[in-house]
């Protein structure tokens, strides 16, 4: 009887052991963990009920059984579970080529950016309904109407021109339709061999604006900062105007007497009273000439009017850098731009050892001065902030002008650009100066101006340490090249 019990109970141990550890395995499986238990103590219960049926007095081992069932039938759930769920998931039936079609004319429609697709000579085949409800049915007109170009600007149109595909970066350009300012991406269809573009349109209205605001943000703080800068400068020639007038404050009453005794007439108009009148008018001349030192007054009225001159050239270089008008490009003298920006940032360049090496006889810039002025003003700041707690700040400004390109050159001895800096440093926004100290928009308005007039500018480590950013410019703006242009003239 023993040796029975011990045969039957060292199964029911390992019977035991493994359904504890296929419980175990399923509560950590999928969340259909309930549906494979169900299932294998389904295939328990049917074996047991059949070993109570065949075996009978020794109905009781349809228990072990059972149990058996129940943890080998878990044990092979599971494993159809984890077959099925390393098996790949099979690939949807390809769609024919008229369900293609009508799912990407519907993903089309349902954008809320407008597209466009333009052929090779430039006109619309294809808009979407964003397209259609902003800008009307363009369908067949030039893409210049639906853009906003020129018509001389056709000759350099980028749809007709090298594009990247849709695998590459796109060409981007901003438009404004009415009241609304889009940003344009273009790109070549790479499948298509008739050549067609596809234009996509992003509405950035409030992207601008927002841009706009932080930009006038950083005028004000640059204004605040030439301000301090301009009252510094007004203010020394003013000091020492104001000291010599208190010296002729000194000088008038001594001056006033000795015209006075001058002007006196003689009571006895004798040989021997005028002569006593003489010598007496020549004491006191010695005397005035003695405690006023009147020969040193033609230096004092040099010196306040040199004063005064001063005052008058600052205020008149701010009433001509803050001069505000609409856009104008004309005929720009370079240099001349250079020097009246570094005189308005002199009092935050004053401790800063400045070589000027300025290209002479160089032609006219065609340019808009105003936004030139606050270009050369941004990068002029920001060289000077740059070396703020430099032992031995230098600053080297030069100008060139060569292949039709002029190139304004700001080199400083400051700690340079980090890598990750010089990868967004031209961003909107993007700053390492700590928090209230700018916005961010400096580098990226000069950026903006460079590009208004056909240029670029670039930024860079300097071989013998510190930073370069170089301004550079086209002779001739692109609106200037397509006036000429359009008068059938050849641009120089």
Known sequence: MSDLLLDTLLPLAGL???????LRRLLRSRPNW?????ESFFLACIAGAAALVILGPFGWMGLFVGLGFFAGGATLSLRALARSERAPIPPAPPMSGGRQSILLFSAFNDLRDPVFVVDNIGLVVFTNQAALERLGDRLGSPCMDVLGCEPQRCYECPVRGDLPDAAAEPRLETRLWGDRHYEIAMHRIRADREGRTIILARDVTERIQAERRLANQDKLTALGQLTAGIIHEINNPLTAAAANLEVLQLLFPSLAG????????????TPEAASRRHEELIRSAEDLLLAAKLDELPGILGDMREAIDQVRKMLQDVREFSHRGGEEFKET?????????????HY??????LNLDLEENMPPVHADPQQLKQALLNLFINAAQALRNHGDPRLQVETRYAAGRFSVIITDNG?????????RIFEPFYTTKEIGEGTGLGLAIVERIAQRHGGEVVAENASGGGARFTLSLPRLSAQERERILAAGQTPG
């Open 16 to 22: 035991l052991g493994a359904m504890y550890l296929t």
């Open 34 to 38: 309930p549906v494979l238990l169900g």
């Open 258 to 269: 000795f015209v006075r005794q001058t002007l006196t007439p003689v009571d006895e108009p």
């Open 333 to 345: 003298d370079l240099n001349k731009l250079v020097r009246l920006s570094l005189r308005m940032v």
């Open 348 to 353: 935050e360049l004053k401790l800063i050892a």
């Open 415 to 423: 700690p340079g650009i980090s890598e990750d800096a010089l990868k």
